[in-house]
Structure formats: C-alpha cells, structure tokens
C-alpha cells in the first residue's frame, strides 16, 4: 500500500513539474533564464540517461536536446564512452 502511493505520488510530482517546465521553456531557452544553470543539469540528466522517461511533449523535448548538446556534456559523453 505505501509503494503504491509512492509510486502515484512521484507520478503526479513528475507530471506537475513537467508541466512547470513546459511553461518556462515557452519563455526562455533554459529553466532559469536564457542561460544554463545547475537546474538545467539536474533536471535533465534522468532525461538524457533515461530518454524513455521523457514526455511526449516537444517543448521539454528540445530543452533536453539542448543541455544534452552542450559542448561540455558531449566532452563527458565522449569521455565515459572511451572509458568503456
């Protein structure tokens, strides 16, 4: 019964702060601003290591496009797949 909940409550979480998101990226290119900050990464990185988590929703789609291209995450990328 309390997995349950805890299952419906992060569901419910998840989508309200999809949608929060959804909003501000109609005005600005990143969560705070036009710049990248530390939301931009925390947000997105379950997004970029689990595209399957992400929602159909186009906005929220190209944020993670963007933070996912940024010079120093494709560094890191690049990195971890060498040291494979």
């Not at 947000?43 to 970029?48: A, E, G, K, N, Q």
């Not at 929703?57 to 690049?78: F, G, I, N, S, Y």
Request: proline share 5%.
């Amino acid at each position: 019964m309390l997995l349950n909940a805890a299952s419906v409550f992060r569901a419910e979480a998840t989508n309200q702060l999809c949608q929060f998101a959804t909003i501000l990226l109609c005005f600005y290119t990143f969560l705070m601003n036009n710049r990248y900050s530390a939301a931009d990464l925390l947000c997105s990185s379950p997004f970029i290591w689990l595209p399957d988590l992400l929602p159909d929703d186009q906005a929220l789609r190209d944020w993670v496009h963007r933070c996912r291209e940024r010079p120093a995450t494709v560094r890191m990328a690049e990195r971890d797949a060498r040291a494979r």
